[in-house]
């Protein structure tokens, strides 16, 4: 065999055997005449020693490694002196004293450090254009195993609980959800185009209609969007849909499997059920849909307190029907005035006028561009509503509601952050429930908050056509530490209240059957009530390792620009390929690699 162990195995109780071990070299040292070689593989590194004595033609092999040679040894297990005994690894009580090396393969020298702490300050394209090396960093190799640990543990959770594991389609039919498609042209049936999946939203139903009660997948999804660090062209998300549940079920189904993901990330046992709020109640508190309730610093309305106000900027949102609120900053009075130039930049960025705000001096002085324009009833009932004391700070949003809201909610965790209050170590999960089901889109149009699919409350049915703003969708996001890992819904399975959305939302009859004709006629054989629910996997095990991006969790990822520096890809392709898949290129295409061509 090539080996008998691997370099993370071996400990005290293998002194005196021979064995065959296989790996990269690490680190090469030669410490008066002795050679040490450090040997790695994914399991750990064994300590490995050279010495002349033993063997000349050993050591002088041993002598001409490099880092990242592939290399075999033979040798005997000793252990270490109790002095060079190494706490920090695994095997650090013992070496193989070695008298036979092969090398397997040599290694150039690579284009960056690759232990963590050097290749950090590397940076991310060159590592992209040579991930395989990126991934042989220890952290890399940590972050791949804990993914590999969760999703068997997500297996073995949802299997026990009578799910089904079931693929669905690669190559769909386009019906955009929000994001624009990936498409797949046809050479057998000219011009025409599969899509790759954004999610398996519409097969997964279908499946619920063909009676297997409890289906998820594994799902590999795409979307051809714009990208943040946050997002990949194409991704990964645990893909579930249940028959004959409410919300309630799938509460109680995810929290569960998030109480194991925790446990198999090494994070310990969470208290369940997970906490909820409704989505009113997480916008006018924390300003967001998606709150990081690791801390408190939330929202207070303090419109009240300046209805027959003085202070005209106030006194004019109020009279248009709009809100004053207020963020009481514990301790952060002393914060200077340049910073909160630039948090009233990112106020006006977010839609407000500006950022009205009171620092309150360790000797309880009102220091503020507003406090002269307060009458005393205005300061004690700010004071009182807010709990305001010395050292706090202050800050007011007046405007429309949704606009306050949004801007004092970015404002929070900015100051939540300055001040300390978000611990990295801490898991937050909280349920956000009772979505609307429209919304507006920028040209004032109405469209669906999630997807037409989602089912309405029913007590909220008789406001669907007259007020459909009104309307609360039985929809609901699991979140934690201000990141939505997913969210879902129940559905609608009533092929005429479906047929009710679609007309509400203005989509034409041709556009509907070509669209979603199938479905529709699918609901007419018997559908059940079901609903489900989807989870981010990438933007999971992202947060349950530390990782700032989820590139840090995915093998292979694209950069920002979506772009596969180490495979080069998206890439031109030849004249006769496109003619099999009758494209005709009557435009100059540019390869970000190698620049402009005409095709």
């Known amino acids: 065999m ?60 041993a002598q001409g490694s490099r880092g ?73 190799q940590k972050n791949m195993r804990y993914r590999h640990e969760m999703v068997q543990a997500i297996r073995v ?78 991704f990964t998300q645990i893909d579930m849909e249940l028959s004959f549940v409410t919300p309630e079920d799938i509460y109680g189904i995810i929290d569960g499997l998030l109480a194991i993901i925790m446990k198999a990330a090494g994070h310990g046992e969470i208290a369940l059920p997970l906490p909820r709020m409704k989505y009113d109640d997480a916008m006018n508190r924390f300003g967001s849909d ?30 248009k029907g709009g809100v004053v609120k207020a963020l009481n900053a514990k301790g952060q009075g002393n914060t200077s005035l340049s910073v909160m130039d630039d948090w009233t930049a990112m106020a006006k960025d977010a839609g407000l006028g500006g950022l009205a705000y009171i620092r309150v001096s360790p000797e309880g002085e009102w220091k503020s561009p507003i406090a002269k324009f307060l009458s005393e009833g205005e300061r004690q009932g700010l004071t009182k509503k807010l709990g305001m004391q010395p050292g706090d700070l202050v800050m007011f949003g007046a405007d429309k509601l949704a606009t306050v809201n949004t801007a004092l909610g970015r ?71 201000g990141v939505e890992l997913g969210g879902g819904s129940i559905r609608i399975h009533d092929p005429e209240l479906q047929a009710r959305m679609f007309k509400i939302l203005g989509i034409p009859t041709a556009e509907i059957e070509d669209r979603f004709g199938h479905l529709i006629r699918a609901f007419g054989y018997g559908a059940p009530p079901h ?34 520096l180490m495979m080069n890809a998206p890439a031109r392709v030849d004249a006769k390929q496109l003619r099999d898949v009758h494209i005709r290129l009557d435009l100059p295409v540019e390869n970000p690699a190698t620049g402009p061509a005409s095709g």
């Open 531 to 564: 609903g489900g629910i989807a989870l981010g996997l990438d933007r999971l095990i992202m947060l349950m390792v530390g990782g700032e991006s989820i590139r840090d969790v995915i093998a292979f990822p694209k950069t920002q620009k979506a772009m596969d």
């Open 2 to 61: 090539m080996r008998s162990h691997t370099c993370g195995e071996l400990r005290k109780s293998h002194v005196g055997q021979r064995v065959q071990l296989c790996g990269w070299v690490d680190t090469v040292r030669d410490h008066g005449g002795v050679i040490f070689i450090d040997l790695r593989d994914r399991y750990g590194v064994t300590q490995v020693i050279f010495d002349p004595r033993d063997s000349q033609e050993a050591w002088d092999r």
């Open 290 to 319: 998606k709150p990081d309730v690791r801390f408190g610093m939330e929202m207070t309305d303090v419109s009240d307190v300046f209805a027959g106000t003085q202070l005209k900027v106030f006194a004019g949102v109020l009279a």
């Open 411 to 481: 404002i929070r965790l900015i100051a939540g952050e300055a001040a300390g209050l978000i611990d990295p170590k801490k898991f937050a999960f909280t349920w956000v429930t009772d979505f609307p089901l429209f919304e507006r889109n920028d040209e004032g149009e109405l469209q669906a908050m999630h997807h037409p699919f989602t089912s309405p409350h029913a007590e909220d049915l008789a406001f669907l056509d007259s007020d459909p703003l009104r309307v609360r969708a039985q929809a609901y996001d699991i979140v934690l530490n």
């Open 68 to 140: 990242e040679y592939v290399i075999r040894i033979e040798g005997t297990v000793e252990p270490r002196p109790a002095d060079m005994a190494n706490p920090k690894l695994a095997t650090g009580e013992i070496e193989v004293r070695s008298n036979t090396i092969t090398v397997l393969n040599r290694s150039a020298t690579p284009p960056f450090p690759l232990d963590d702490e050097e290749a950090a300050k590397v940076s991310e394209d060159l590592r992209m254009a040579y991930r395989y090396l990126d991934l042989r960093r220890p952290q890399m």
């Open 157 to 234: 959770y949802l299997d026990r609980a009578g799910f089904t594991d079931i693929e669905t389609p690669m190559m769909t039919k386009s019906t955009p959800e929000g994001a624009r498609d990936y498409l797949v042209p046809s050479r057998i049936l000219p011009g025409t185009f599969y899509a790759l999946p954004q999610s398996p939203q519409q097969y997964k139903q279908l499946l619920m209609l063909a009676g297997f009660d409890r289906y998820y997948q594994v799902a590999r999804c795409f979307r051809d969007e714009d990208l943040r660090a946050d997002r990949q062209p194409e």
